[in-house]
């Protein structure tokens, strides 16, 4: 279901800190949550709000998020900070207690068309996993965004996984993969590198891959894109996770 957000005009850009045209726009991934199972807490919710409130990205991807949870950040966002954005769930499991979990995309301009696929359940991992797109206009060019949290699996089966993405995202003239991809920069499957089928095809905004995004795993999060200039990463860091939020802009 997609809720519609509304920014005012000059607020974006005093806040974005890119050209006033749409030439560019900022992307942001985030695994929100690490506090069990079911809903978050209400000052957890506010907390995340605060960062994006902050932050401004155009469109964020959400990892390890309910369905509940995302209606609350987007009605927080609008109540508390007057942002409002589409809001396009991705479930992939219902662990009970009001939350259908997965990921979710928030974009502050329409969504045009989404996807949402969730995988078969890989070896003994008691999460389920799966990725999600959605079609919307960034930096003034129709851009699919696909959005996935890769399970802690063997490297070479996360390799697939990221493989399989980065063909179908390959096929588009614009695109954005992001997520929380469970692998650091130099994790191997033999030889090749578990991100490596998107090094062959994509830019990544921490073009170095040497901001960690996590206290303790190192960098594991990642925004690439093809098709469009990338650069800018930031981090930003909030109570409510225990990831980083990786934000960088993107321009035609």
């Given at each position: 279901m997609k809720r519609l957000v509304v920014v005012?005009?000059?607020?974006?850009?005093?806040?974005?800190?890119?050209?006033?045209?749409?030439?560019?726009?900022?992307?942001?991934?985030?695994?929100?949550?690490?506090?069990?199972?079911?809903?978050?807490?209400?000052?957890?919710?506010?907390?995340?709000?605060?960062?994006?409130?902050?932050?401004?990205?155009?469109?964020?991807?959400?990892?390890?998020?309910?369905?509940?949870?995302?209606?609350?950040?987007?009605?927080?966002?609008?109540?508390?900070?007057?942002?409002?954005?589409?809001?396009?769930?991705?479930?992939?499991?219902?662990?009970?207690?009001?939350?259908?979990?997965?990921?979710?995309?928030?974009?502050?301009?329409r969504i045009l068309r989404w996807y949402n696929h969730v995988w078969s359940p890989v070896g003994g991992d008691p999460e389920r996993r799966g990725y999600m797109w959605i079609e919307t206009a960034l930096a003034g060019r129709r851009v699919r965004v696909y959005n996935t949290h890769i399970g802690l699996w063997d490297a070479c089966t996360q390799r697939r996984g990221l493989r399989k993405i980065a063909r179908q995202a390959a096929r588009r003239p614009r695109s954005v993969v992001l997520g929380d991809f469970n692998a650091r920069p130099g994790k191997r499957c033999g030889q090749p590198r578990v991100i490596g089928p998107l090094v062959a095809r994509f830019r990544e905004v921490d073009r170095r891959q040497n901001r960690p995004t996590h206290p303790r795993e190192g960098k594991i999060d990642y925004v690439f894109a093809r098709g469009l200039r990338v650069g800018g990463a930031k981090l930003f860091a909030s109570p409510a996770s225990d990831h980083f939020a990786l934000m960088g802009s993107v321009r035609r």
């Open positions: 005012s005009l000059l607020v974006l850009i005093a806040a974005a800190g890119l050209p006033a045209g749409a030439d560019a726009a900022k992307v942001m991934t985030w695994n929100i949550e690490d506090r069990g199972s079911g809903p978050a807490e209400k000052g957890q919710i506010n907390q995340a709000a605060r960062l994006i409130a902050a932050a401004r990205p155009d469109v964020v991807g959400l990892q390890e998020v309910c369905v509940a949870d995302s209606d609350k950040l987007v009605a927080r966002l609008r109540s508390a900070h007057d942002l409002r954005y589409y809001e396009q769930p991705g479930s992939v499991e219902d662990e009970g207690m009001g939350c259908a979990r997965g990921q979710a995309i928030l974009s502050r301009r």
